[in-house]
């Protein structure tokens, strides 16, 4: 209860602020200096380990949920907190292991290799000679995703209090509900068997192996998958550029088309790249499993854009979940799904955006924000909140990359002769495999 009771003055502390600044701002016409102002919180939010960093990370991502200055700073809270010492590692492990755990390797790494939201890894090497990463979780983080997740509450209601444009109750439980699975480190180790049985048939992408006999509900080991950060590859040349966003576009969405389940967390700390371009996808806390009827609303949708066929675009949207759409609130989703889609839609190499800007991206997602407005508002279903997510993250790497490829014909090789039966029983059979169904 005491750990409970101070995660909540540390979050209110740090959102507290952002909330009567805010509000302040819209009620009484008081001046803030957004701009330093957002600094502050990420400097704060930065200092508390746990969740709140995650959702802060996914808040940046959804358009004209905050203040532009706000996305900016938030969007640079990555896997870069600083580690918990020695001592903390040493306990929490003979907590996991038992007394004797260092027995258990032939190594142990006393410094982290990486330091994250919910944890963080050391290098160890087992008795078999093979390098291994540890991910240790930090303590009282159901305290931290209790307290941090009230907050959230309370932070997004005064958003939509004043500006109703997106209807937020699906986002904050769909956010709730991925960030209570992220702490079961148990499950964690089955969808990483899960994403190598996806990916099985994947050259250009690489998936850890869990050790069953080494991990716990709060410890998950695993083999350690070498390269460069993605970062480190942005001045390389164009062909090889252009290899690792196909890896990375197959990593995401051959899981997706083939099986109804996508990875919802791709930030730079998720993954690394190698010396032939193929990647290592590092961190499997975050997966969401679709309908197989969402998968082909997806599909529909794109297919209704080609056609300009408003009956299909309807059923697409309603497979969704949204309902009683009127034809100028179909018009306006149109708008932003014409966006979306546009890299889809030309049979040639190109880049993801031909001016390599995001300014465009920012000016139609405000014409549709203000759009929606007019029109009342939208109530998203909650399986956007991390389909989007990816979208997005997956969107700033290959602008990043600079990467020229037919985006055309990755997504007609993928999509094929798309059935939602078929679907439905890989989905299933995977899931069964790894002990995930039901």
């Known amino acids: 209860m005491g750990g409970r009771w101070r995660r909540y003055a540390q979050v209110t502390g740090a959102m507290g602020g952002l909330a009567a600044r805010v509000a302040g701002e819209k009620v009484f016409g008081v001046t ?3 701009e330093n102002h957002a600094q502050e919180l990420r400097a704060a939010l930065g200092g508390l380990k746990g969740p709140l960093m995650k959702v802060a990370q996914i808040l940046s991502t959804v358009p004209d949920l ?23 590692v040493r306990r929490r492990m003979q907590t996991e292991l038992g007394a004797d755990w260092q027995s258990c390797f032939a190594e142990f790494s006393q410094a982290a290799s990486a330091a994250a939201s919910l944890g963080q890894v050391h290098q160890a090497r087992g008795h078999d000679g093979q390098l291994l990463a ?31 444009t997106i209807r937020t109750q699906e986002i904050h ?7 209570w699975e992220e702490l079961d480190y148990e499950r964690e180790l089955r969808q990483m068997q899960l994403y190598q049985h996806m990916l099985a048939n994947e050259a250009g992408v690489h998936v850890p192996t869990p050790r069953l006999d080494l991990s716990t509900g709060r410890l998950l080991t695993m083999s350690w998958l070498g390269g460069q950060p993605m970062i480190a590859v942005t001045d390389h040349p164009q062909e090889f550029r252009n290899q690792v966003a196909l890896n990375m576009f197959r990593a ?16 730079m700390g998720n993954y690394s790249v190698r010396e032939d371009a193929s990647i290592n996808l590092l961190d ?57 889609y546009a890299p889809l839609m030309e049979d040639r190499a190109r880049r993801l955006q031909e001016t390599n800007s995001g300014i465009y991206g920012r000016e139609v997602a405000r014409a549709v924000h203000q759009q929606l407005r007019e029109l009342g508002g939208v109530k998203p279903p909650r399986e956007f909140v991390f389909m989007d997510r990816a979208a997005v993250g997956l969107g700033s790497v290959f602008l990043r990359l600079k990467a020229e490829v037919n985006w055309y014909q990755l997504f007609h090789e993928l999509i094929g002769q798309f059935d939602v039966a078929a679907v439905t029983t890989r989905q299933q059979a995977a899931l069964a495999k790894v002990g995930l169904l039901g």
């Open 284 to 340: 499997f806390g975050c997966i969401r499993v679709f309908p197989p009827s969402f998968v082909k609303g997806v599909i529909d949708l794109y297919r209704a854009l080609q056609s300009h066929d408003t009956e299909l675009a309807v059923s697409a949207y309603e497979s969704w979940g949204f309902s009683d759409l009127s034809k100028e609130m179909i018009g306006v989703l149109n708008q932003w799904a014409s966006f979306v």
């Open 252 to 267: 995401w969405y051959v899981p997706f088309y083939h099986h109804g389940i996508i990875h919802g967390d791709p930030h």
């Open 134 to 164: 540890c991910k240790l979780q930090y303590p009282d983080m159901a305290a931290a995703v209790e307290a941090d997740l009230k907050q959230l509450r309370l932070l997004i209601a005064l958003y939509e209090r004043y500006d109703k």
């Open 173 to 179: 439980q769909e956010i709730s509900d991925r960030l």
């Open 32 to 34: 803030i200096n957004r």
């Open 66 to 88: 905050l203040p532009e200055e706000y996305v900016r700073e938030l969007a640079q809270l990555q896997a870069n907190a600083p580690a918990m010492g020695w001592p903390f």
